[in-house]
């Protein structure tokens, strides 16, 4: 009798594994690149319409456009910075060590970053441009394969990097007449 449940079980365990096993296979090829992957189909960064010297950031780990617009000897200053915050989901170990679909490859957790970057433009006290964005990236991993903490921290960074980019690409007409003002005193506004 002891046999007969035990090959019962190890019967009702291979065809519930073998149909877990097609799901996870599914979900394993798609779900862990789909839910990270940055947009990498935006255009390249193109520098600012004037040159500015950096205030504050290390000018290697400063968004493209701003990287091509520095110059030591400008009035106009970028301040930058960039905050990260790390993030980790793991499945209990007793649920993935008895689901069958942890031994074809489903993810078992993910690492994740967000970053938040600010960028401020300036020339002494008048603010040229504020810029702010946020991005999470998360990377799945599964028994076979883990990314390093590293890759997801550079996928996030270049992300928010990409932000800024856009976000400075869509208001270049403005900068350029902010900072072709310069040097110029500012206008009182109307009715004062």
């Known amino acids: ?83 990260l915050t790390h993030d980790e989901y793991h499945i209990p170990l007793i649920v993935s060590a008895l689901d069958p679909v942890t031994y074809v490859g489903a993810p078992l957790g993910d690492f994740g970053v967000t970053a938040f970057a600010s960028l401020s433009i300036t020339e002494g006290a008048r603010i040229i441009g504020d810029y702010t964005a946020k991005v999470h990236v998360s990377r799945s991993y599964s ?17 928010v990097r990409q932000k800024i980019d856009e976000k400075l690409e869509r208001d270049a007409g403005r900068l350029a007449q902010a900072a072709a003002g310069s040097g110029k005193p500012p206008i009182a506004p109307a009715g004062q």
Do not use: W
Request: hydrophobic share 40%; net charge negative; proline share 10%.
């Open 143 to 159: 028994l076979y394969s883990e990314p390093t903490h590293r890759e997801v921290e550079q996928a996030a960074r270049a992300a």
């Open 1 to 83: 009798m002891r046999s007969g449940i035990t090959i019962a079980a190890l019967l009702v365990a291979t065809v519930s594994g073998c149909g877990g096993q097609q799901a996870a296979v599914q979900r394993g090829a798609v779900a862990p690149q789909a839910a990270a992957a940055p947009d990498v189909t935006a255009p390249p960064a193109r520098p600012l319409p004037f040159k500015g010297r950096l205030l504050s950031g290390d000018p290697n780990e400063v968004p493209p456009a701003v990287a091509m617009s520095l110059s030591d000897t400008a009035t106009v200053t970028f301040s930058y910075r960039e905050e």
